[in-house]
């Protein structure tokens, strides 16, 4: 009697433990083919980055294959831009005190978000 019982105990798991195999099988298929599908949603402009970047490139190349500069040379390059290697690239992209005269503190924007939630103002 023991013996049927567990044979009928297996045969009501298998079809469970199919269908589970089945579902984890095809998540597993669909999650690691579709994040292609995510490229097309971000388009960035194909020329305005590689010319940057491969001048970066080679001017660190070009510093790598001379022996370290000395402190007064590296004052001058980094003088002319954000560093020595990356000069003005991306200078007008970056954060400065008069861009962010608006911009708002994260302590500012927690008290905020605390005075929506609890209805009290200061």
Do not use: W
């Amino acid at each position: 009697m023991k013996v049927l019982d567990f044979v009928k105990s297996r045969l009501l798991q298998l079809p469970s433990r199919l269908i589970l195999v089945v579902f984890t099988c095809s998540f597993i298929f669909l999650f690691h083919a579709f994040p292609a599908l995510a490229i097309s949603s971000y388009q960035n402009d194909p020329t305005g980055g590689p010319t940057q970047l491969l001048e970066i490139q080679r001017k660190t190349d070009e510093a790598a294959k001379e022996p370290p500069i000395g402190m007064k040379e590296s004052q001058e390059k980094t003088r002319r831009g954000l560093n020595e290697v990356q000069g003005e690239a991306d200078i007008e992209k970056m954060k400065r005190p008069e861009d962010s005269q608006s911009a708002t503190s994260v302590e500012q924007e927690v008290e905020g978000f605390l005075e929506k939630i609890t209805g009290s103002n200061k």
